[in-house]
């Protein structure tokens, strides 16, 4: 089990107090100084069953600037999660080779108490 944290997110922050209370100890993953690659990224996405886009967070204001005015194809959207890590959505866990992104919290948990 690993969480995908960034400490200075509350949600991040939420969902590991959760985890803790729960008695789960996951491995945790401070991606903005632990960057995922392409192929690291790409995984994630297969594990989330999700389109690239939606692990952006597209109010992020580097992510106004700079890319939501463009015609984005996948490749380029994680080509840009690659280079700039704090656009990825967070806190997300990953267990049992699927993942998920803890917004709402709730999310979390249906993850670890759905069977794989």
Request: charged share 20%.
């Amino acid at each position: 089990m690993k969480l995908l944290h960034n400490p200075r997110c509350s949600k991040s922050r939420e969902a590991l107090a959760a985890l803790t209370t729960r008695g789960l100890s996951p491995e945790i993953i401070n991606y903005l100084t632990q960057p995922l690659n392409e192929a690291a990224i790409r995984t994630l996405i297969a594990q989330l069953g999700i389109a690239p886009l939606a692990l952006v967070r597209t109010k992020e204001a580097l992510w106004q600037e700079q890319f939501a005015q463009a015609a984005l194809d996948d490749d380029a959207i994680i080509a840009a999660l690659t280079a700039h890590p704090r656009l990825i959505e967070r806190p997300i866990l990953i267990y049992q080779n699927r993942a998920a992104i803890g917004r709402p919290l709730e999310n979390i948990f249906t993850l670890l108490d759905t069977p794989a």
